[in-house]
């Protein structure tokens, strides 16, 4: 969601006349958009920060003045603490007022410092400006577009409900609108994103609609081959979205699931309102919907109290189910969550020795589903030109990225490739003929003709 806030505050910018650089130094105004999910990624900023500051004091040296804005979740939980932290800072700005960013700029010319970290009455997508064609074509055939945003479940150790608010869903059209004008543009594939996306109920003339709806007629905008959403909570997981995976042919073969533990003992002091058997029975059901869906889930290790038992439960968890991939970390407390004012918080070296054994288990899975590609067609989305001069780079439908050794003309069209080997990361095709009784024009469509 940080990729696609960030291309929306480009898009905002770009219609103030602003220009993007790949090089900070030549830049008038630095946004460091920010995560503060975990602790980590939080430290972060202010190592960045201290780099801006002296970059910042170099450009004024020669007469350039630099703007600095820190955005995001941490913006929103920790403004007060950056500026004190760092004085090079102009605008702080949250997730949900960035619409303003203009306004806050004009506002840093005046005075010292703005921050805003207000959650406004307005609705921010009405107020961000549409990217150019130009430049939905350099942001490539697959694009993310947010449908929901904010969380209500209160999970005891996320910041997500603070930082990004309560649950909100965009209406039903308003995706539409967007979603046809990145196809116009060439966009082939999107990503509905949401922090609890599944729990989408986007207004359609008065009515809810549920995520099935809107994946079902996002699928029906003209150009678009693909469909995927994330991320999902378990209880959000309803009938109607299973039964999409089983009907609409352009939902992808691919679902993140984040269950976090296998141990009901933990689930209950995670406040996740689900067992460890809901979970897998509902994974059952997805799976007869559509046996070739790949899963994919979010774990954590050494939340508070958790014991060698409750771990091997959920080592025992994803050998039952099998992932074809994962994120996995160490749990990290987070300021004004419940779990961080916990008694019973595992030692640093535990949490390192259970997620080194966690990441093994599941890396072996990994390469178990990528090695089973091997020998067979599947249908590739070509995004890019590859890797090694002559090869072009695409995705399968279980998200794997695949090298090929074809024409750049391809990139945009979805085609039939024949896995023949895999790698690390990447798997290695060649292109197939098309499987007899496909539809022709799901095999190519180049990029322009839609
Ligand atoms: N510590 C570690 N991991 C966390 N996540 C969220 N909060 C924390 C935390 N405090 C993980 C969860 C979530 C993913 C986005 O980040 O696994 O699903
Ligand atoms: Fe955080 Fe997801 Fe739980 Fe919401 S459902 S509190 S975003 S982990």
Same mark, same amino acid.
Request: one cysteine or more; aromatic letters at 6%.
């Given at each position: ?7 929306r505050? !480009?898009d905002l910018?770009g219609a ?7 090089? *900070?130094?030549?830049?008038?105004? *630095? ?12 430290? %972060? ?30 913006? @929103? ?19 949900? !007022?960035? +619409? ?10 005046? =005075? ?6 207000? /959650?406004?009455? =307005?609705?921010? /997508?009405?107020f961000l400006s549409p990217p !150019? ?19 209500? %479940? ?6 997500? &409900?603070?930082?990004?608010?309560? =649950? ?26 949401? @922090?609890?996306?599944?729990?989408? +109920? ?10 099935? @709806? ?12 693909? *469909?995927?959403?994330?991320?999902? +909570? &378990? ?23 984040? *269950? ?19 979970? #897998? ?43 074809? !991939? ?35 288990? #599941? ?20 995004? %890019?030109?590859?890797? +090694? ?5 695409? %995705? ?8 090929? =050794? ?33 539809? &022709?024009?799901?095999? @190519? ?6």
């Amino acid at each position: 969601m940080n990729v696609y806030d960030a291309q929306r505050m !480009s898009d905002l910018l770009g219609a103030e006349g602003y220009a993007e650089t790949s090089a *900070v130094e030549d830049a008038d105004l *630095v946004i460091l958009n920010t995560c503060h999910i975990r602790e980590r990624a939080a430290e %972060k900023i202010f190592s960045e920060l201290g780099r801006l500051r002296a970059l910042k004091a170099a450009r004024a040296e020669a007469g350039r003045a630099t703007r600095i804005v820190v955005a995001g979740c941490v913006a @929103q939980a920790e403004g007060a603490e950056i500026y004190r932290r760092q004085s090079a800072v102009d605008v702080v700005v949250g997730p949900q !007022s960035y +619409h303003r960013l203009p306004e806050l700029l004009r506002r840093a010319e005046r =005075e010292s410092r703005v921050i805003d970290t207000d /959650f406004p009455a =307005e609705d921010k /997508f009405d107020f961000l400006s549409p990217p !150019s064609p130009g430049r939905i074509r350099q942001r490539g055939v697959s694009a993310f577009v947010t449908v929901q945003e904010g969380c209500d %479940k209160f999970c005891t150790f996320c910041v997500v &409900p603070y930082t990004r608010g309560a =649950e909100m869903s965009r209406p039903l059209g308003a995706v539409l609108e967007e979603v046809a004008t990145l196809a116009a543009a060439g966009v082939r594939e999107v990503t509905l994103l949401g @922090q609890n996306v599944n729990a989408y +109920h986007g207004d359609a003339g008065g009515r809810p609609a549920s995520l099935a @709806q809107l994946c079902a007629e996002v699928a029906r905008v003209p150009g678009i081959a693909r *469909v995927r959403y994330t991320t999902s +909570h &378990p209880n959000d997981m309803d009938d109607g979205l299973i039964e999409a995976h089983r009907r609409e042919e352009k939902l992808m073969p691919f679902l993140h699931l984040p *269950v976090q533990s296998g141990s009901d003992r933990i689930l209950a002091s995670m406040n996740r309102k689900h067992t460890s058997a809901a979970y #897998l029975t509902l994974c059952e059901k997805i799976r007869a919907a559509r046996p070739d869906i790949a899963l994919s889930s979010d774990f954590i290790v050494g939340f508070p109290g958790e014991t060698e038992d409750d771990f091997g439960e959920t080592l025992a968890l994803i050998e039952k189910i099998g992932f074809a !991939s994962a994120f996995s970390f160490k749990y990290s407390p987070r300021p004004g969550t419940p779990g961080a004012d916990r008694t019973d918080q595992i030692e640093e070296d535990v949490k390192i020795a259970r997620l080194a054994r966690l990441q093994a288990l #599941l890396e072996g899975q990994r390469q178990a589903f990528n090695r089973d590609m091997v020998g067979r067609t599947l249908d590739v989305l070509i995004e %890019k030109r590859g890797r +090694h001069a002559g090869q072009i780079a695409g %995705k399968t439908g279980y998200l794997q990225p695949v090298q090929i =050794e074809a024409d750049a003309g391809l990139i945009g069209a979805v085609v039939a490739v024949e896995i023949v080997a895999t790698g690390s990361n990447s798997l290695f095709g060649r292109l197939a003929h098309p499987p007899a009784g496909r539809p &022709p024009e799901f095999v @190519q469509t180049p990029r322009g003709s839609v």
